[in-house]
């Protein structure tokens, strides 16, 4: 355990032995509560417990406690950055969330400085800033709540940025952007930068966002200084309080490239308050603070040193009122991969984790809330989903151990060059792989998917519905809809895994209310399964009936009327089907020439794309004609390409089915061989040889002079095994 | 104003130097005047846009990185490719006389034309195709991977014999060839209809009626405009039939240009249509090459016949289709898919080998069955006129189909019929008669779209017939039937569907076998 560096505010001798230290600091503890006046007996109860819900409940520990109401102190030293400076700050990493945190710093000579918390939010670090005009380099910083009494202060160097969630407002004048600002919301995060030159938002997504950059100049030389601003989309630049130069409005960064939105101010030897705002919508962000100096003849960006310095602190350790915690960690995003950079969109993001103070020969065993672990001083774990995610870290030294454990917000790395580093996923996705999938929570599960769908990456989507399907009653209620997904995902051409999408639709179906949307969807997509995949017209039949139709939207009751016609004609009944499919309705009416024509340009781009090979992007246009006319599944143009989309990707039950829903639907149809022959073919490339040798057989029976037959009679299967009867 | 220009002659393109170039029928014009039409078509180019301001001499600020957005992973498909321009002739450098120069070449006098056409279609047609230039040295001559080959120019096309033959291999495969005289130049004209003359001569080349689907297949193209130089308001398309398809087209006055949404404001002598005209033209032109894609390739096929059909034929249903001097082979292997039903469903034998007579030469006499279509004018010489009226007379049957139903070939059976039969006239068939109740009770029928779109509740069979000695010997369809027996679409067709065309195929050939 380690003890109060520094020099000791009471005075006290130190202690070698740990036995002796407790004494001593239990008598110091109880001699400081009772020290206090009655009034403070409530806080007494709460520093308790306190203490026996997360912090340690050993008695106050540490020497130089100066601030008696605090839970947790630091001890800061300066890490870098420019010196002297009049602030400086540091990230603090608190053993738990406070309610309402606040800070207290003192120097190490035992005086309070000025301080203020920069940014604090749940599961996240705090930031703070202090004064360090005495010159000071070491300080500790106390965490708790309440904790008044320190001098005024106001941080008067650097800049400070704040970024908004951006809400629809013009920002053509300075009286809109003020307006915009002040209901835009909510806020994202505030950080110190050293000048005003981002490419990205710091805190958030990249787009509809807002910021404001509040700094201080030093300025050495008087007079007149030209300032420019550089900005996609729109931003304004005020110093000390007077409007210098606006961009206003949504624009690219390209008209002010060469100092266009600029304006001079006069400027004295000392500091100016400098306050730029900035907005973006979509697209690239530019935010740029650039000045022409005195007698220069071009612009260059306002650099670090012509803002007040602050120097930067470190957090070295942790220690409550009872002593060190050597299970104290801090924590940062390290990279994550974001498909999409709106709020809520999935990603995946790796977290680096370390003990703050590692003690040589300390064994730190890593829990996660993601079922998985680690080992070690310092890790990086991947975590599934974003949001508030619970760490455990137990630290054995010797014999003794300690153990801290708390909630931190995972988010992307805001900061990260490249949305989505191909290598990282790539490391990422090998992570993921080799967890064991069932170990996953339903609520970790859905993002996953979510994430794996948009990638897409079909393999991992295969492995979380295999490990679904075991535990499909864990996905009651809401996250049944992900049973849902996963039954739809593995029917995917990639992945073709009917019979387990089948499962996880029918356990759906089971999971959820009867009446409820989900529940309708999967009878629905079941449904169609039952009849493209397995031909079974009775089962598809039956889910569809049990539909509620009224929990389907407009699209779906659409499709349900196209499988209600297929799987009518999958039981035989032609005319049934084709009052299905009528009834669904059509887009166009039988004497529509520009719908002609449209369908049949579809049709010869659907043939072109297959004649290239890129099967994918044939489905399309003969999906959207048999969606909108619904009746030419009766048929055999687009059904004939489609069997050869599905074989081409190997979907052969698909294709199966329905050159014998083609064979039904169309006994006299002139294009039956071509149908025999598809069928031939598919089963061919399915290697069901018997199978095809019975087309072929067929075909050359009841067509024999047909050109499909014809051409049959070169396949090699037929000579191999004399299908000609 | 750009008025004067110079001209220098680069090396001919190499992939056009291979072979030895051949001037088909080219006209007796001297080289020097067919010169003036190599010239740029459209305005000179604009010079490149100053930046106006006052720090344009120093560098710009640098910005800082922005993130780098995912790319999405799956990939757009590519357009297919509908139309190839093919490469041809020679390039030469073009200095304006008011500074600025530029290349022309004979092939692509208005480079953005194809490109531009196949937006403006695309966005019609609602499907996405694109256009590639193409050298015949490298072209696969593969109509699926291109169905149509565009040729536009001024100057006299010089194709080599080799490549002639290489077109017309393309052409026979279901491949459509286009061209553009694209200023309507007379030097490129004539050059392409000898070439064409040369290349089919079993082919003549026909102006496309007002009715066919090249002038509405997707905009209405009956009048049109002209900015110069040609006061008519008629489109002129010619082309050459392969099947029931034009296969062959040409276009007398310029589309490049108006494709491109410009004039041709350097050659004052230039005949083109306006921008409009030939917007509505060349989509037209995209969307024939798509609908009738598929059947050039059907109909490119052979018909198959089992070894049997390879005799002569001996059944007692035999398919005789008349040759005249329009297009008379209209759905090549069409009538092999109704025999082919006609055997499957009826005790009738028929034969799948359909053969070819001339009524004027051929004997007549041991045939009970005919057929006549076409998509245009034909006029039967005398001795057919005899002929046929003694086929029918002495008990054959002659069924007349109206390939695509158009109206040039209804006046023109309605004529030649008047000469064969002076004393009566067509008259509708009942529908009660036999003919439509002797397999199938046709009291209904489906129709083609285009038929639809104008008689949408049409929904009884229409035939025309001659009756002789109480029979209908003479049964005429306006609507095409033969369409219909191939089971293709055959867009703005006015015919029967591929159902109901069978169905009375198969009444007709065994009314025709049993009366």
């Known amino acids: ?725 | 104003m750009i008025s004067a220009h110079r001209r220098t002659f680069a090396p001919p393109c190499a992939a056009l130097v291979a072979g030895l170039f051949c001037l088909l029928g080219a006209p007796a014009l001297d080289a020097a005047s067919e010169n003036d039409w190599f010239v740029p078509l459209g305005p000179p180019p604009k010079a490149a846009p100053k930046r106006i301001n006052g720090g344009e001499s120093l560098p710009p600020l640098p910005l800082p990185a922005t993130p780098l957005r995912r790319s999405e992973r799956k990939k757009q498909p590519a357009a297919p490719k509908l139309i190839g321009k093919v490469v041809w002739g020679e390039t030469a450098s073009f200095s304006f006389d008011g500074g600025g120069a530029t290349e022309v070449s004979d092939w692509n006098l208005c480079p953005a034309d194809v490109q531009q056409l196949m937006g403006k279609a695309s966005r019609v047609l609602g499907a996405s195709y694109g256009s590639e230039p193409v050298a015949l040295a490298n072209f696969s001559g593969d109509p699926a991977q291109m169905p149509v080959l565009f040729i536009s120019g001024t100057r006299t096309l010089r194709l080599s014999g080799e490549q002639l033959a290489q077109l017309r291999a393309y052409v026979m495969r279901g491949g459509m060839l286009v061209f553009d005289s694209v200023a309507g130049s007379p030097y490129f004209y004539d050059s392409v209809k000898a070439a064409i003359a040369a290349t089919f001569p079993e082919d003549r080349l026909r102006t496309l009626p007002a009715d066919h689907p090249l002038y509405h297949i997707a905009a209405d193209v009956e009048k049109v405009k002209f900015p110069k130089n040609h006061d008519g308001d008629t489109p002129l398309l010619e082309g050459v039939y392969l099947g029931s398809r034009v296969a062959v087209l040409i276009s007398k006055y310029g589309l490049g240009c108006g494709l491109d949404d410009r004039e041709v404001p350097m050659l004052p002598q230039a005949v083109y249509y306006d921008v409009d005209s030939a917007n509505r033209i060349g989509v037209n032109i995209v969307a024939y090459a798509l609908g009738y894609a598929h059947v050039g390739e059907e109909e490119a096929k052979p018909e198959l016949f089992a070894a049997r059909d390879e005799h002569a034929p001996t059944d007692e249903f035999v398919f005789a289709q008349l040759v005249h001097d329009g297009a008379w082979n209209v759905h090549p292997g069409a009538a092999a898919a109704l025999l082919r039903q006609v055997n499957h469903d009826l005790a009738v034998r028929a034969s799948l080998k359909r053969i070819a007579l001339d009524p004027a030469k051929d004997d007549l006499s041991a045939r009970h069955f005919l057929y006549l279509t076409g998509l245009d004018d034909f006029t039967l010489p005398e001795a057919a006129v005899r002929n046929l009226r003694r086929f029918v007379d002495g008990g054959g049957t002659l069924l007349i189909a109206n390939g695509l139903g158009m109206a040039t070939f209804d006046a023109a059976v309605r004529r030649e019929l008047a000469r064969i039969f002076p004393e009566v006239r067509l008259q509708p068939v009942p529908a009660d008669h036999a003919l439509l109740n002797t397999v199938y009770h046709l009291a209904e029928v489906r129709y083609t779209p285009a038929v639809l779109a104008k008689q949408p509740k049409l929904t009884a069979p229409v035939l025309e017939g001659i009756q002789v000695g109480g029979d209908l010997r003479v049964i005429y369809s306006p609507y095409d039937l033969e369409g219909g027996w191939s089971g293709m679409e055959f867009p703005l067709s006015r015919g029967y569907d591929s159902d109901s065309a069978l169905k009375l195929g198969m009444d007709i050939v065994m009314y025709a076998a049993t009366h």
């Open chain 1, 1 to 725: 355990m380690r003890g109060m560096r520094g020099k000791r505010s009471t005075g006290e001798t130190a202690l070698a032995s740990p036995a002796a230290l407790a004494t001593i600091v239990a008598m110091t503890w109880w001699k400081t509560i009772l020290a206090q006046p009655l009034a403070a007996g409530p806080r007494v109860s709460m520093a308790c417990a306190a203490a026996l819900s997360g912090w340690s409940c050993a008695a106050l520990a540490v020497e130089g406690w100066a601030v008696p109401d605090a839970r947790e102190r630091f001890a800061v030293v300066r890490e870098g950055g420019r010196w002297p400076a009049s602030a400086g700050a540091v990230r603090l990493f608190p053993g738990r969330d406070l309610a309402t945190p606040t800070v207290a710093v003192v120097a190490d000579g035992g005086a309070r400085v000025g301080a203020r918390l920069v940014w604090s939010a749940p599961g996240e670090p705090l930031d703070v800033v202090f004064d360090t005009s005495k010159g000071a380099a070491a300080y500790h910083a106390y965490v708790g709540e309440g904790l008044g009494g320190g001098p005024p202060w106001t941080l008067q160097a650097g800049i400070e940025l704040e970024t908004r969630r951006r809400v629809e407002s013009p920002v053509d004048t300075w009286a809109q952007m003020q307006v915009l600002w002040a209901h835009a919301a909510p806020v994202q995060g505030r950080s110190l930068v050293e000048r005003i030159f981002d490419g990205q938002n710091r805190h958030g997504p990249s787009t509809d966002f807002c910021s404001h950059y509040h700094g201080f100049l030093q300025i050495a030389q008087p007079g007149p200084y030209l300032f420019a601003t550089v900005s996609d989309d729109a931003s304004f630049l005020s110093i000390d309080g007077r409007q210098i130069a606006e961009a206003p409005g949504f624009h690219g960064a390209g008209d002010g490239d060469h100092g266009e939105h600029a304006g001079t101010i006069a400027l004295t030897p000392g500091l100016h308050a400098v306050d730029y705002w900035h907005v973006q919508g979509s697209g690239p962000t530019v935010a740029e603070l650039a000045w022409r100096l005195p007698g220069r003849d071009r612009f260059e960006v306002v650099p670090p040193e012509a803002f007040a310095p602050v120097a930067t602190f470190a957090c070295r350790g942790a220690e409550t009122p009872g002593g060190g915690d050597a299970a104290a960690f801090a924590w940062e995003m390290a990279r994550s991969t974001i498909l999409d950079s709106d709020v809520g969109a999935p990603a995946l993001v790796e977290v680096r984790l370390r003990l703050m103070d590692a003690a040589a020969g300390a064994r730190a065993r890593w829990t996660f809330d993601d079922g998985t672990g680690a080992d070690g001083a310092a890790v990086t774990h991947l975590f599934p989903r974003l949001g508030l995610r619970t760490v455990a870290v137990e630290v054995a030294v010797g014999t003794t151990s300690a153990r801290r454990t708390r909630a931190i917000a995972v988010h992307p790395q805001w900061l990260q060059g490249e949305d989505f580093p191909e290598a990282v996923w790539h490391a990422q996705r090998t992570d993921l792989l080799a967890r064991d999938p069932a170990t996953l929570s339903p609520a970790d599960v859905a993002p996953l998917v979510d994430y794996a769908e948009r990638v897409p990456d079909l393999e991992l989507l295969r492995r979380l519905g295999a490990a679904a399907l075991p535990r499909s009653k864990a996905f009651s209620g809401a996250a049944a809809g992900l049973l849902l997904r996963l039954g739809l995902d593995l029917q995917a051409p990639e992945v073709r895994d009917y019979q387990a999408g089948r499962t996880l639709l029918t356990a759906c179906a089971a999971a959820v209310e009867v009446a409820g949307p989900v529940a309708a969807r999967a009878r629905l997509h079941l449904g169609g399964l039952l009849v493209h995949a397995f031909l079974d017209a009775p089962a598809a039949q039956e889910q569809l009936r049990a539909i509620a139709v009224d929990q389907l939207n407009v699209d779906e009751r659409r499709l349900l009327g196209m499988y209600q016609g297929d799987a009518v004609l999958a039981a035989g009944d032609v005319d049934g089907a084709r009052a299905h499919y009528l009834a669904t309705g059509t887009a166009a009416a039988p004497g529509d020439l520009k719908y002609a024509l449209q369908r049949r340009s579809r049709i010869e781009e659907a043939r072109a794309q297959l004649a290239q090979g890129d099967s994918d992007a044939a489905e399309g246009p003969l999906r959207a004609i048999e969606w909108e006319t619904p009746v030419e599944r009766l048929g055999t143009e687009t059904g004939l390409l489609l069997v050869r989309v599905w074989t081409a990707r190997q979907e052969y039950p698909f294709a199966r089915s329905r050159c014998r829903l083609m064979l039904t639907a169309a006994p006299d149809d002139a294009h039956r061989p071509e149908v025999l022959l598809a069928l031939a073919h598919v089963e061919l490339a399915a290697g069901r040889r018997d199978a095809a040798a019975d087309a072929v057989r067929r075909l050359i029976a009841d067509h024999p002079y047909s050109e499909a037959a014809a051409r049959a009679k070169d396949l090699a299967l037929v000579k191999a095994q004399g299908a000609t009867p």
